[in-house]
Each structure stands twice: as structure tokens, then as C-alpha cells.
């Protein structure tokens, strides 16, 4: 929606001469008036099409405005929409009230002041465009976000093979010319073999390493067994080097998944992780992914470090963000439509994702 799209202004009155009224007033906003001479008539309209402003008489036969406003705002999709009562008869204070009661946002008496009318119908009609391109700008930086994530991942994945492949190759060789060299410099240079020999090991600790942080950027597990047992790696190599305890219970009924879910799911355990090794201080961890229905699959990850502290000092609240990495699992949940909930106490910190599967868990790899 752009800034001059108009918007629905839904004008609700069984007396035809009002609602022409109504209209000749308002046609100077140049937004859409759509006129309707009865309750259900108006329910019909506001459920075919987008209403920014809804004006209506109270007193109507059959559905009054009292009984068409309280069915409006039981409905989830028109919460935030504007009903505005206009009134020639229920002109007291606790009609205004009922009126504000039943969710409306204005309540204007007979005879109306076209001017003051026009000028609420305008403001209401402003904010609901203004809302409308608020919704579309965080659709649309979502989507952003899911691609940039993407990306990322396919980065990963890309710099994972290059380092494992290339590099991982050229490190092998290096330790052969080594292992060649060695062997001529032990018959001439006790002190060249010396080096030699600390080169040796030296190459050793590279390949270690390149092997670590090539499985850190995208286990290969991942794609040639699945998220189980790159999980399995993963936690085993984390425990080691960490000297963290971590306790991993996966249910057997969990096989193969989708690959954005498996690396998503991966992605939340590597970040919780490395938070309680950075950050919480807990010499122990814990990790549960269970199926909570057929469609819905829940992981947890468990601490028991000092919990995650806001700017003031206090606790972080119960599905606070807390840094990049946070920020990050947030994103990847919610685009795949799961709920990410963090509770985080002087005791510890528990982060559960609950993620849709869409169909049924596969069994077996």
C-alpha cells in the first residue's frame, strides 16, 4: 500500500437519506465510501474486504450498532479497526460509554459538524494506511531476513567444502614435502630434523583445525546422514572443548527432516551452545528434541549459569532478545512459522523452539 492508496471507510445506516449525507461529507477525503442500510450487511462487507473506518448509527432494526460493534471486535482480524457511533437518540453518558465498551474509538451526536466529522474519519483512515505500510515494510524486511539467512548458510556451506577440499589438501601435501625432507635432514642436521619434526606437528595442529572449524561452518553430517547424527558430532566436539557436560536426548522417532528445518534446528543447538560457554558460566547443559505433536517438533536447550542479564541488572524476561546470536534463532523460527521462547533466571536459561514440520515425521535416516 502506498502513501495515496485509499483505504474502505464502511458507512452502516437503514435510512438511505443519512447515509447519503454521510457521503457528501466525506467525499472530499477521496477514500473509498461504501454504503450499507443494514448490520449483516455490514459483517458481509467486512469480510470480503479490507475496512480501515467504520461509521454506523446505533439505532438500527434487527442488529443495532451496539450488537454490530461488539460482533466486529470478536472477530481476530478486526481488533484494531475504527467504529465510530453516530447517535441522534442515545445521547447520555452511559450511551457513550456502552459505545466505548463495545470497542469504539469515537461517539459523535446529531447534528454532526461535517468539518469535525471529515476530520476524525481522516485521522483514523491516515493511521490505518499508516498501519497497513508499517505491516508491508516488516513483510517485507522478513523476507530480507530469511534470504540474508539463506545465504549465509549456503556461504557457510560453501567456505565449509572449500576449506575441507582445497586447503585441506594443500595442508596434506605440506606434511608430506615434510615428512620427505625430514627423512634427508635426520641423516645430515640433528637441529633441521628438530624443526623439521615441530613442523611436523605443527601441520598436524593446522589440519585439526581446519577440520574443526570446517565442521563448525557446516558439518558434513548434515547433508550425508542427517541432523542427528551431525547433532551427536557436534555436541561431543563442544563437550570436549569446553570441558562443558552436556546431556543430549533426541527421540528415536525423529529420521530425516527437511534441510532448512535440519539447519535451522542445528544452528539453535551450535548458538545456545556457545552462549552457555561464553556467557553463563554452567559447567553442564542440556538438550532435548522430542516430537510434541505429529506436526510440531520441540528443542530445548538447558543451563544452569547465572542466566541472562538486561542493561539494568535485572533478569531477562521471558522472550527477551538478547544479542546477535539471539536475534538470529528469532528469525530462523519464524520463518518457519515456529515460536521461540527463552526463560532466563539467576538459575539458568532454557531456550525452546517449537517448530511446524508441515507433514508427518519421517522415520528412520
Known amino acids: 500500500m502506498n502513501e495515496h492508496q485509499k483505504v474502505n471507510i464502511l458507512m452502516v445506516d437503514d435510512q438511505p437519506g443519512k447515509l447519503l449525507s454521510y457521503e457528501a461529507i466525506l467525499n472530499e477525503l477521496g477514500e473509498n465510501l461504501i454504503k450499507v442500510h443494514s448490520g449483516r450487511k455490514a459483517l458481509d462487507h467486512l469480510l470480503k474486504n479490507d475496512v480501515a473506518v467504520v461509521l454506523m448509527d446505533v439505532s438500527m432494526p434487527e442488529l443495532d450498532g451496539f450488537e454490530l460493534a461488539g460482533m466486529i471486535r470478536q472477530h481476530p482480524r478486526f481488533q484494531e479497526t475504527a467504529i465510530i457511533f453516530i447517535s441522534a437518540v442515545h445521547l447520555t453518558d452511559l450511551d457513550r460509554l456502552k459505545g466505548y465498551q463495545r470497542g469504539a474509538v469515537d461517539y459523535i451526536s446529531v447534528p454532526i459538524i461535517p468539518e469535525l466529522l471529515r476530520a476524525k474519519v481522516s485521522v483514523f483512515a491516515d493511521l490505518h494506511r499508516k498501519t497497513r505500510q508499517m505491516d508491508q515494510l516488516n513483510r517485507e524486511l522478513r523476507a530480507l531476513s530469511a534470504r540474508l539467512i539463506a545465504t549465509q548458510d549456503e556461504e557457510r556451506r560453501r567456505i565449509a567444502r572449500d576449506l575441507h577440499d582445497s586447503v585441506g589438501q594443500v595442508v596434506a601435501l605440506l606434511s608430506m614435502n615434510n615428512g620427505l625432507v625430514l627423512s634427508q635432514a635426520e641423516k645430515l642436521n640433528d637441529a633441521a630434523a628438530n624443526a623439521l619434526r615441530q613442523n611436523g606437528l605443527l601441520v598436524e595442529e593446522?589440519?585439526?583445525?581446519?577440520?574443526?572449524?570446517?565442521?563448525?561452518?557446516?558439518?558434513?553430517?548434515?547433508?550425508?546422514?542427517?541432523?542427528?547424527?551431525?547433532?551427536?558430532?557436534?555436541?561431543?566436539?563442544?563437550?570436549?572443548?569446553?570441558?562443558?557436560?552436556?546431556?543430549?536426548e533426541i527421540s528415536p522417532e525423529i529420521g530425516r527432516l527437511g534441510p532448512n528445518i535440519e539447519i535451522s534446528i542445528f544452528r539453535i543447538v551450535q548458538e545456545c551452545l556457545t552462549n552457555i560457554y561464553r556467557h553463563s558460566g554452567s559447567k553442564t547443559a542440556r538438550i532435548k528434541i522430542w516430537p510434541f505433536r505429529e506436526d510440531l517438533l520441540n528443542v530445548q536447550v538447558c543451563d544452569e549459569g547465572k542466566g541472562m542479564r538486561s542493561a539494568n541488572g535485572t533478569s531477562t524476561p521471558q522472550g527477551a532478545s538478547h544479542g546477535v546470536g539471539l536475534s538470529g534463532m528469532r528469525e530462523r523460527v519464524r520463518e518457519l512459522g515456529g515460536t521461540l521462547e527463552i526463560k532466563s533466571n539467576g538459575k539458568g536459561t532454557t531456550v525452546t523452539a517449537a517448530l511446524p514440520l508441515g507433514t508427518a515425521i519421517t522415520h528412520g535416516a
Open 206 to 248: 593446522l589440519s585439526k583445525e581446519i577440520r574443526t572449524i570446517s565442521h563448525l561452518l557446516h558439518p558434513p553430517l548434515l547433508d550425508e546422514i542427517g541432523l542427528m547424527a551431525a547433532i551427536k558430532s557436534f555436541v561431543e566436539g563442544f563437550a570436549e572443548r569446553s570441558d562443558v557436560q552436556v546431556t543430549l
